[in-house]
């Protein structure tokens, strides 16, 4: 039985890596489980699955989690970043499921390297934000950074086998998300609810927005420098409506080699979980024959500026990919509450960006302060 610990198990991530685990209960244990603020299905969770550790996002939904649960023994009930560290550090699991969203995760997945544990990571932030942390720490414990996102597993299936020294450019595959081919006059008057409706992936709200604005595309640029070790200017965004090919890597050779699969965020869960082996799934498989041509297209940097922006970012580096991403969030929190409209998302961003100082190799303090002068700079419009 290999043991795993979940961060964000209330989550689109989290609830499909569960799904994986039910899929294959005889060789995967949950022994750990975190959430923010769901304590419904937290509860639900817990007796499903029984794990050792349960974790809330603060006090007061820890204290009714534990009274929830009260007729259940062995289960210990943390509260907060303490207890995500707690349970980030705890001895008796393998490999730790980053899927909680936000830069609350840096921390405890240093805290789970540290420990000596892998790390199945869909946590974008790690990486964009921490990644001159967190790649060298993953190298001096000898870990594994196993990626979940569909794109970046694309990548890793397509090295397996190949050096990487070898790479001449990563081919980074997008949908275009909902609103592809639209102009600026268009999306001035999206809505939250016009954003929400992506084609193809069944994500969380806040990254089905960062895909309609292309701010999602231009954070997996970020953390594919990182993890595959090339500078963002050879990583080429390729817009491919049919989210078909996954993502792809181009040799030294020419040879193009990728990923080709049905749209199903289980795969690369799957992947992760079982690495360097390929467990059965029950889910659809691709049928070429029923597959429609597959285009590909330059993506339309003019119009959804957040990739523009994310590149700006990733060149200037050190704490400016913190404030990209920090204010997206912020930005995006806003227009989900139609406090702005779609535009502004861009809006906030470059505001932020021109306003806060840039420091060179943060440390984690240095970056949350990062973090917390990008808010304030969305907030006070």
């Not at 990644?131 to 397509?158: C, N, W, Y």
Request: net charge negative; hydrophobic share 45%.
């Amino acid at each position: 039985m290999k043991k795993i610990a979940i961060l964000g198990s209330t989550g689109s991530i989290g609830t499909q890596t569960l799904e994986v685990v039910r899929q294959n209960n005889t060789e995967l244990e949950v022994v750990a489980l975190a959430a923010g603020t769901n304590v419904d299905l937290m509860e639900k969770q817990i007796r499903e699955f029984m794990p050792k550790t349960a974790v809330m996002g603060d006090e007061k939904t820890a204290a009714d989690l534990k009274a929830r649960i009260a007729d259940l023994s062995g289960v210990k009930v943390l509260a907060g970043m303490d207890g995500m560290l707690e349970m980030a550090s705890e001895p008796d699991y393998e490999i730790l499921v980053t899927a909680i969203v936000g830069m609350i995760g840096i921390r405890p997945t240093i805290a789970a390297i540290e420990a000596g544990k892998d790390i199945a990571l869909a946590n974008k932030e790690t990486l964009v934000c921490a990644g001159h942390i967190i790649m060298p720490l993953a190298e001096k414990k000898g870990i594994k950074i196993l990626p979940v996102d569909s794109e970046h597993s694309a990548i890793f299936q397509s090295l397996q086998g190949s050096p990487k020294n070898r790479i001449e450019k990563i081919i980074l595959t997008c949908s275009g998300g909902p609103f592809r081919g639209m102009k600026k006059e268009e999306l001035a008057a999206k809505t939250p609810e016009d954003a929400l409706k992506h084609p193809n992936w069944n994500m969380g709200r806040k990254i089905t927005i960062d895909s309609a604005s292309l701010v999602n595309k231009g954070l997996e640029v970020m953390e594919a420098s990182w993890l595959f070790g090339v500078g963002p200017e050879r990583v080429c965004v390729t817009v491919h409506p049919q989210s078909v090919l996954h993502s792809a890597v181009e040799f030294a050779d020419g040879a193009v080699v990728g990923q080709m699969g049905t749209p199903d965020m289980k795969l690369p869960i799957n992947y992760a979980l079982f690495y360097p082996d390929r467990k059965p799934m029950q889910s659809a498989k691709l049928d070429l024959f029923k597959t429609a041509a597959l285009t590909f297209e330059k993506p339309d940097t003019e119009t959804f500026r957040g990739l523009a922006l994310a590149l700006d970012a990733a060149h200037i580096g050190g704490t400016m990919p913190t404030v990209f991403n920090a204010a997206n969030e912020e930005a995006v929190a806003r227009f989900l509450d139609h406090k702005t409209g779609f535009l502004g998302i861009y809006e906030d961003i470059e505001r932020a960006m021109n306003s806060c100082k840039v420091k060179e190799n943060p440390s984690v303090d240095e970056i949350l302060d990062a973090e917390k002068a990008a808010r304030e700079a969305v907030k006070a419009v």
